[in-house]
């Protein structure tokens, strides 16, 4: 255990170091452009699986969350002229704050119930969004960014570095539950809940623990994308394709470990990113939909569950 | 028999109008072992969700070692010492059988190494070879030790343990048996719920028989076994 954390380790510095060098390598500011998606990707797919994968309650509603965070951000700068981490690190807490509510509300209920409450708190954020002439309503709001500070040579690597950074936490916090005791106990949830609280498991409060960091984790998320796209409105903050993605990316990646939601939102979001420029926007959500009933059908376990099944075989 | 350790004080629970139990009164005494048998329905699981929380009683109280536990959630009493076997196991699937052993030792407070207490657990039970196997497969015995041992690795005082024989053969029956002998001997109480007569009457120091909620018979197995009210409920008039 002691020596996967040392490599784990390793590989965080190696990508952060990444993230911070690339930009200096890479000429091309559109690789930062669509590596900024992807990498928003890994963290929302990563957040959504603390709560969805762990302890086995499907999430609808982390579009609700992303849009929080959007919107809390662009709010706080326009209006504060709050620096770029304060406004991720106060989306996170907010994120938190959602989730907790949410979870007090939803998590009596289990299953397709549970769902369909999550994807209602999408409907209501954006529906309260909407209202709101201050964040611009239905119209959206304009925010011009803060300059990238002089070690980032613009505002499309600013924003990717930002996000290596807030993926990278976000793994190594999705890792950390899931090989404590948090995890364990999530996972006993998942399993059997009755079992889970006749073991001494506090059952409700580690679901509300779950749904804190998820949501945190989901909001940080959306946090830069302000800064990312200069507009935002109501519609692709809260757009269901987030919560889409955010669900399938878990599933195909596997749902068990934090390597799955990582592995599937690389995939995914790359291919999304490269059918987008090359074939059609339109047709990449069609993408989703096939690979994800291909996954559920052949592979319910994910990807890393189909190399987890190879390498048993072949230590027999 | 010594002090109670369990007490129950006309605890009732309803589903609706229908009265599933109750009331009904009934000490456990330290170090004892306790059959109850009864006819499906009879209400024997129902008392169990009651005294471990998964249920709150309309009425009454569930004393543990003389402290009133009606109104603790159910891991705080699992923490306090009651632990359960479920009638249907239910394994925490996803994790290897020494992890599932892990879950009541991360919650519950147990002195000394939380590994080694898993490992000596896991070698009483006779799952030692079994440790790092996922939990989803292990046949029916197995995972009936699993569920005993998940339930006994938390030291409790007291082990319910609901229908762990169901199902399984008569040397299985006997190995089930022994581990659970042999937990009472370390002084841990010991309820069984049963319906295979022979197990829980070899088994038991006193039984308990429920009908429609109510107890109607308490005695020594034989006691029990010629009991009139016992013999009607089972057999008929």
Known sequence: MRKNSLVFLAGIVIVLALGFLMPWLLRNPFY?????????????????????????????GAA??????????AFLFTSFGLPLPLCILAAAIVGAILGVLMGYLTLRIQGVYFAIATLGLVVVLETIVHNISGLGGASGMAVYGPRPPAWSPGPSQYNFTVMVVIAVVSVAL???????WIGRGLRAVRASEDAAECSGVPTLRLKLVACALSGAVLAAAGAPYPFYTSFVEPVTAFSLIIGLNAIAMPLIGGTRTWVGPVIGALLLASVQQIATVTISSELNILFVGAVLIAFVAFAPGGISDLFGRKKGRARL | MTEAVL???????????????????????????????????SGKTTLINCITGVYRPDSGSVFFEGRDISHLQAHKRARMGIARSFQIPRPFIGMTVFENLLVPLDYCHVEGSRHERARAVLASVGLSGRSSDPSEKLTQLELRKLELARALVGNPKVLIADEAMAGLSEEE????????????????????????????????????CFETGRLIAA???????????????YFGE
């Open chain 1, 32 to 60: 930062f452009f669509a590596g900024y998606v992807v990498l928003q990707y890994v963290t929302i797919a990563t957040g959504w699986n603390i709560l969805g994968g762990y302890a086995g309650y499907i999430n609808f």
């Open chain 1, 64 to 73: 609700g969350f992303f849009g929080a965070g959007v919107y809390l951000s």
């Open chain 1, 174 to 180: 999705a890792r950390w539950v899931e090989i404590s």
């Open chain 2, 7 to 41: 007490s129950l004080k006309g605890v009732e629970k309803r589903f609706g109008s229908f009265r599933a139990l109750g009331p009904v009164d009934l000490d456990v005494g330290a170090g004892e072992r306790l059959g109850i048998i009864g006819p499906n329905g």
């Open chain 2, 173 to 208: 029956i006997d190995e089930v048996l022994a581990i659970l002998l042999a937990l009472n001997r370390s002084g841990v109480a010991v309820i069984m719920i049963e319906h295979i007569m022979h197990a829980v009457m070899r088994f038991s120091e006193r039984v308990v």
């Open chain 2, 219 to 233: 005695g020594t197995s034989s006691e029990i076994a010629e009991n009139p009210l016992v013999q009607k409920v």
